[in-house]
């Protein structure tokens, strides 16, 4: 199982939207490099949903339950998305500030490369954000 960080503006569609629909396809990414690491994910992988714009922050997990697959709504059958389930939120959204003040993320893409909407989680930080949101005991990965 590989943990993974996708972004999404909660103006389009946020973590209430996903837990509303219950199940959905993470669709719009158009960025090679994120494309790529939608190419990894696996049916059981989890994902942290950060929410971009004005609150910047982690907010909820989610499920990868499906293989990727081409977007059917693309004309380009090389951009892929993979079909998402809700997970649960986090006991407190973790902010991008929160992130970049703690050095133990400095090597994070989210930190590096703040412009990519889809990237890994080395298991370290997921037990990390776990921790910085309040959770009573670090969820297994």
Request: hydrophobic letters at 40%.
């Amino acid at each position: 199982m590989q943990l993974w960080l996708v972004k999404t503006e909660p103006e389009e569609f946020g973590y209430a939207d996903l837990e509303r629909n219950g199940r959905e396809r993470w669709n719009g990414v158009r960025n090679w490099r994120a494309i790529q690491n939608i190419r990894r994910m696996q049916p059981g992988d989890r994902i942290f949903i950060y929410h971009t714009g004005k609150e910047k922050a982690i907010v909820g997990t989610a499920q990868v339950v499906s293989a990727p697959y081409p977007d059917p709504e693309a004309n380009d059958p090389r951009l892929l998305v993979v079909d998402v389930e809700p997970r649960g939120r986090l006991a407190r959204p973790v902010t991008l500030r929160q992130i970049k003040q703690d050095p133990c993320f400095g090597q994070w893409e989210l930190v590096r490369l703040p412009r990519l909407s889809v990237m890994p989680v080395r298991p370290e930080y997921w037990q990390q954000i776990l921790a910085l949101s309040g959770a009573a005991a670090p969820v297994a990965t």
